[in-house]
């Protein structure tokens, strides 16, 4: 206990306030997460219309900005773009966690969360390949995902400095690293489905409902998290170099990632208008709904607007390579590029329930509880402090530890 | 041949006087919460909705009307293979659609995700964001046919499909043996001191339910797709179903037929 206190003081004073305010987030978090386990979703701001929420909008985009995971190492491995094996430890650590937290949330979302496993045994297959219900589809890829996730952090792990002294681990981390290329292809697979699903196609099979519904959602999500996950990807790390005052990222891998994420801004962005262009002139009008009425009440078209501001941004400062090169410009882009997905994400719900299902109704608003803002913020405060952890103890930057061993030679 | 049970409510003869909810609450089992006056968190099966031509109209401009709203037993483009928006959503198959076009809900496999209640463009599921309780002798009015549910399930209107049970049973026991031949009335048809309701088999061409449906005075909620011409209509669903509801409505004011669209 000594140490850690001793440890603790030896820190500067922003970074223990930072991790004051971490842990008081945490804490809130289990005091809630009883609350709201053993007394049910009564304590939220949810309701008979605007039946999910913000831990809904936390899932999508976790797993949407947890997707730079799969994208990345899909790069790395299978393209061999071998300048990103600076970034690829940092990216399976977030991946892993936006995937467990989304999980997490879930679990207090559902209201039955010792049922949860019912989505395990009683499936909504049909009868064909693919699954019926998009939710079991995000059920089962975001489960085999997430094992996948876990296997790929193994390495990670066995590189902190207490385990990589045994030769057998050390071997077994060696080895599997080698092997990475096999996950990460499966990885890339399933991650397009559930990619798909959550994102995307959840919300685009519901035929009643005209704030959803389009054939198409299902890949506008796909792009959507290609191009915003690798954005938050770059993004994090950045902040934990300029935390530790270290460059633990060559600069050759932040331009060659955030290059790969301006590129597919161009694709989100041709994406998404051919989504907004289909949604104005077919499928808003099936419904006999004109699309710009449909955004109204407290969250309106300003959000669309912003939303494309935000991808045209990176779009700029990602894809022209005076700005890409220039530290300023490339953090503005990947900044906007996160944004943009958040954005998309907070559209997709809070648009998308606001929306009247009767003309005689009118636009509902959404104001989360307590409850709701402590398990939400508590959980990104959890991975925050894992992320520290691994930053601290474990391989996470290898460029950080090559930077040191050439100054210590020289 | 096979049932298909729907609905018609006939506004010009509803009063408003609400009987038909007490008897939906009363006969499934509906808890009563701290706070009921908390709308958008109530359980009740039956919506009773008012609705006005201009909420700034005054006398005698100002018109009121009622519209009873439960589950309106969508069944997609095709009544032979229905596909209400609720059912293909279940993660965990807790809510079906049977042969006599009735979606059901079972309570104790619902995991409480609410995605068919997201899918559902009537507001019909409610969901249990309290704990059901039944305080004192109230207890002792519980419909034993209708299992009580849990806190975070979703819950709806299935036309009362345990009294068709009970029927049914009634019906093998005077040695009727054709399940098809059993008739029944749901809490809500019942308690109506009106009449507006009607409640019957929509493949009998001859059931008083099919005739009215057929009525000029019948349109359905939301659903405005009717008001096409049938071509029209047939080159839509080409592209996407439509939740064509078993509930049917009646009346002959035009003000609340405008209401069904959105300007």
């Known amino acids: ?12 004073k922003n970074i223990q306030i930072t991790l004051y305010v971490l842990f008081f987030l945490v804490i809130g978090f289990a005091v809630f997460a009883i609350q709201i386990l053993f007394w049910g979703l009564g304590y939220t701001d949810m309701n008979n219309i605007f039946a999910m929420g913000q831990w809904i909008i936390g899932d999508l985009g976790f797993v949407a900005l947890g997707g730079g995971a799969f994208f990345t190492g899909f790069l790395l491995y299978i393209f061999r773009v071998d300048r990103l094996a600076p970034i690829i430890s940092s990216t399976v650590l977030i991946g892993f966690m936006c995937y467990l937290f989304t999980f997490i949330l879930l679990v207090f979302d559902i209201g039955q969360p010792i049922r949860a496993w019912f989505g395990y045994t009683y499936p909504n297959w049909g009868s064909g390949v693919y699954p019926k219900s998009m939710l079991t589809e995000v059920v089962f890829c975001l489960t085999f995902y997430f094992c996948i996730l876990c296997v790929e952090l193994v390495p990670v792990v066995l590189k902190h400095k207490i385990l990589d002294k045994k030769p057998v681990l050390h071997a077994i981390g060696h080895y599997l690293h080698m092997l990475m290329w096999i996950f990460a292809a499966a990885g890339t697979f399933l991650s397009f489905f559930h990619q798909g699903s959550l994102g995307g196609g959840m919300w685009g099979v519901l035929y009643a409902k005209p704030a959803w519904y389009r054939h198409h959602f299902f890949y506008v999500a796909i792009v959507a998290a290609t191009a915003g996950g690798t954005s938050f990807m770059t993004l994090m790390p950045w902040i934990a170099g300029k935390i530790m005052q270290k460059e633990i990222i060559p600069k050759e891998t932040f331009w060659t990632i955030t290059r790969v994420s301006g590129f597919m801004f161009i694709a989100y962005l041709l994406f998404r208008s051919y989504d907004i262009y289909t949604m104005i002139a077919t499928y808003a009008p099936m419904a006999d709904r004109s699309y710009f009425d449909l955004w109204g009440g407290y969250y309106g078209l300003w959000m669309l607007v912003l939303e494309m501001i935000f991808i045209i941004i990176p779009i700029i400062f990602l894809n022209i390579r005076k700005y890409r090169e220039q530290e300023k410009f490339m953090v503005a882009g990947i900044t906007s590029g996160v944004l943009a997905i958040i954005m998309g994400k907070l559209g997709v719900i809070l648009h998308g329930f606001s929306v009247p299902n009767f003309p005689w109704k009118p636009f509902v608003g959404y104001n989360p509880t307590i409850q709701e803002w402590f398990i939400f913020l508590g959980s990104i405060a959890c991975m925050i402090l894992i992320y520290m952890w691994f930053a601290k103890y474990t391989h996470l930057f290898p460029h950080l530890e090559k930077a040191e061993h050439a100054a210590e030679s020289e | 041949m096979k049932r298909r049970w729907g609905m018609v409510i006939d506004l010009d003869k509803c009063t408003g006087c609400g009987e038909c909810a007490i008897a939906c609450d009363q006969e499934n089992n509906m808890p009563i919460f701290k706070d009921d006056s908390d709308i958008l968190k109530r359980v009740a099966f039956l919506d009773l909705m008012k609705v006005t031509n201009d909420r ?50 079972i309570w104790s496999r619902c995991i409480g995700c609410r995605y068919c209640q997201v899918a559902c463009p009537y507001e019909a ?38 009294i068709w ?12 043996m054709d399940i098809n031949a059993v008739e029944y009335t749901p809490a809500c048809v019942a308690a109506c001191p009106t009449g507006a309701m009607v409640f019957g088999d929509l493949n009998d061409p001859n059931s008083e339910v099919s005739r009215l449906a057929r009525d000029k005075r ?34 002959s004011r035009q003000w609340i037929r405008d209401m069904m669209r959105f300007k």
């Not at chain 2, 049970?165 to 009727?176: L, P, S, T």
Request: glycine share 6%; with cysteine; net charge positive.
């Open chain 2, 218 to 251: 019948a349109f359905r909620l939301v659903h405005t797709i009717d008001e096409k011409p049938e071509n029209e209509q047939a080159e839509l669903k080409k592209h996407k179903h439509f939740a064509n509801p078993k509930v049917y409505y009646l009346t």
């Open chain 2, 56 to 105: 700034d109209a005054k006398y005698p401009d100002v018109r009121v009307g009622y519209i009873p709203k439960m589950c309106q037993q969508c069944e997609g483009n095709d009544p032979k293979h229905p596909e209400p928006p609720c059912v293909s959503v279940c993660p965990v198959v807790a809510t079906d659609v049977g042969d006599d076009g009735i979606v059901s809900q």
């Open chain 2, 125 to 162: 599921r409610v969901f249990n964001w309290w704990k059901p309780r039944y305080e004192g002798t109230f207890k002792k009015s519980l419909t034993p046919d209708v299992s009580v549910a849990s806190r975070g399930t979703m819950v709806k209107c299935t036309f009362c499909s345990h």
């Open chain 2, 165 to 176: 049970k009970r029927e049914r049973d009634k019906a093998v026991a005077n040695g009727i």
């Open chain 1, 1 to 12: 206990m000594g140490k850690l206190k001793d440890e603790f003081n030896s820190y500067p």
